[in-house]
């Protein structure tokens, strides 16, 4: 049976998942640590599949892990399996498609009205790219080329709160070339002296833009860093 990758590892999770929820459903204590292993892998693959939770009949997939399982014949053949998979695979990435239009559109709305309301505050510089910054702290160094490399301590946030990255939490600035990162902060740090303390607005095209970055930034979204400029390094 031809199945994609992605199909592959939805089916084992499935079939993981729903073993553990029939075998151990009756004992919530787990005293020996390959209960208490086999339970975290459980929760995690149970966390991965939440979004497909209204596709899944777990009845229907208790019986099909029992016949694998066992060695029984299985009541769908390899080629009608192939094929309905394929459908349901198809419809996932429709359905993904959708949400991340969504997403894309509602991030559009928000950061626009979020610049314009924000470009309004005392001390935020609005430049002709669109970039926004407060200066903290003006520092009395050198300002980087686009030949440097940047020492920089910072940290970055979604306009809704959440962190997505942050040097101080790793507890060590991070060392890359200004020409090396996303166009806001490229920009950005040709306009700071070492020593320097920003906060930066950037618009999605500065950013990210539509494909946005991991799980933590979404499509079409506005980005707030803190950046401290440390030093360069030709």
């Not at 309301?117 to 160094?141: A, H, P, R, W």
Request: a positive charge.
């Amino acid at each position: 049976m031809k199945l994609t990758a992605i199909t592959t590892t939805i089916i084992s999770f499935l079939f993981i998942c729903c073993f553990a929820s029939e075998t151990l459903a009756e004992n919530k204590t787990y005293t020996s640590k390959k209960e208490k292993i086999s339970y975290i892998i459980g929760t995690n693959m149970a966390k991965s599949l939440l979004q497909i939770k209204e596709e899944i009949e777990i009845n229907a997939l208790v019986n099909g892990l029992n016949d694998q399982f066992g060695g029984k014949p299985t009541a769908i053949t390899e080629e009608e399996a192939t094929e309905i998979m394929r459908e349901f695979s198809a419809k996932m990435n429709e359905l993904q498609k959708e949400k991340k239009k969504e997403l894309s559109e509602k991030a559009i709305k928000e950061g626009k009205k979020f610049l314009e309301e924000n470009k309004k505050k005392k001390d935020v510089v609005t430049t002709k790219s669109g970039l926004q910054y407060i200066v903290e702290k003006k520092g009395d160094g050198k300002i980087p080329s686009t030949k440097d490399k940047v020492k920089v301590h910072y940290r970055g946030t979604t306009l809704d709160g959440n962190e997505f990255d942050s040097s101080f939490k790793r507890g060590a600035p991070a060392t890359f070339p200004v020409t090396g990162v996303i166009k806001g902060w490229t920009e950005a740090l040709q306009l700071m002296k070492v020593g320097s303390k920003y906060k930066l607005f950037i618009p999605s095209d500065l950013a990210y833009g539509d494909r946005g970055a991991g799980p933590r930034i979404g499509p079409n979204q506005v980005l707030i860093f803190d950046i401290e400029l440390i030093g360069i390094e030709k």
